[in-house]
């Protein structure tokens, strides 16, 4: 049940991504040119030398993957990178939608698969977040607990998968259920393996959306700026709006996980945990340590590293 895949594969879980011109998913070419491809991989390099330096052993990390401007999102698609990987150091653990299988399965991939992982591989982003030692220590060990993972892991993929129902799941909504299991004292002794169908009760994520609930964790909401994509969501391929409450439809807001409702989560449950923000265009590549975000012009603030990137 966990793989490691190809680059291709990458792109298939960012949240809500099929509104964001994404007919269908499983179709989607993911062509690179050697100049890109250089590109991404200094970029990786980078990242690895800040995950190196920062002394932690696990943090969360995401990236934007697809364009999701019109709703409001920068970041699509959050995992987590463990320095003791079995799959490699600092491979990130993830949920991804197996096209060939028609279900959501978790794998490991390098840090430089999943920056290549990005839809305009000419930009990029990648956000870091290190936690304090005894979160720290809480995540990497549910991480690493296989049995909890998959007890997690839902039968059903929904890019746009209700935050509090077991019918569905996306990527970000397995990571937010991960560190609920982490820090909530739910581990893999203790989690039954999920069950199927679609009334199909999953104890061990009722548990990890309660313990969510009682934190005040909020997902999203997403705005959706019209009704017309809201209704062209049903006819979409991985999308699905049968689990979400008819108020949100009618408001044009759901409740969904994204990286940035994680990271705002994860900072108020450990309010010393640090993050680093990475960006990179054709020019250059910035290194932002703070919780302010760099933006999608990947524009460097005072203080920023910068690295230019040869023509």
Not at 222 to 242: C, D, E, R, T, Y
Request: aromatic share 8%; with cysteine; glycine share 10%.
């Amino acid at each position: 049940m966990f793989k490691r895949l190809s680059v291709a594969a990458l792109a298939l879980c960012a949240s809500a991504g099929a509104w964001a011109g994404m007919p269908a998913f499983c179709e989607r070419s993911n062509d690179i040119t050697a100049a890109d491809q250089d590109r991404v991989l200094r970029f990786a390099g980078v990242i690895k030398q800040e995950l190196a330096r920062s002394g932690a052993r696990v943090a969360l990390i995401a990236r934007a993957g697809l364009d999701l401007s019109r709703f409001g999102l920068l970041y699509s698609h959050a995992g987590i990178a463990l320095r003791d990987n079995p799959g490699g150091p600092w491979a990130v653990r993830q949920l991804y939608y197996a096209c060939d299988e028609s279900v959501p399965r978790l794998f490991d991939q390098g840090v430089s698969g999943f920056a290549l992982g990005a839809d305009a591989p000419s930009r990029g982003h990648i956000s870091l977040v290190f936690l304090p030692d005894e979160e720290s220590a809480q995540l990497e060990q549910a991480a690493l607990d296989k049995r909890l993972g998959l007890a997690l892991l839902a039968g059903k993929y929904s890019a746009n998968a209700y935050a509090y129902g077991t019918r569905y799941q996306n990527c970000n909504q397995w990571v937010a259920e991960l560190i609920a299991s982490a820090w909530g004292g739910l581990d893999g002794q203790d989690a039954a393996p999920a069950a199927t169908g679609d009334a199909a009760r999953n104890p061990a994520r009722e548990h990890a959306q309660e313990w969510l609930r009682g934190q005040g964790y909020t997902a999203g909401p997403v705005k959706v700026p019209s009704h017309l994509l809201m209704f062209a969501g049903q006819f979409v391929p991985l999308l699905h709006m049968n689990d979400h409450p008819v108020e949100d439809i009618h408001a044009l807001a759901l409740h969904v996980s994204v990286p940035d409702a994680i990271e705002g989560f994860v900072r108020r449950q450990a309010p010393q945990a640090r993050r680093v923000e990475l960006c990179h265009d054709q020019q250059r590549i910035v290194v932002h340590r703070g919780w302010e975000q760099l933006g999608a012009g990947c524009r460097p603030m005072p203080g920023d590293d910068v690295i230019p990137l040869a023509p």
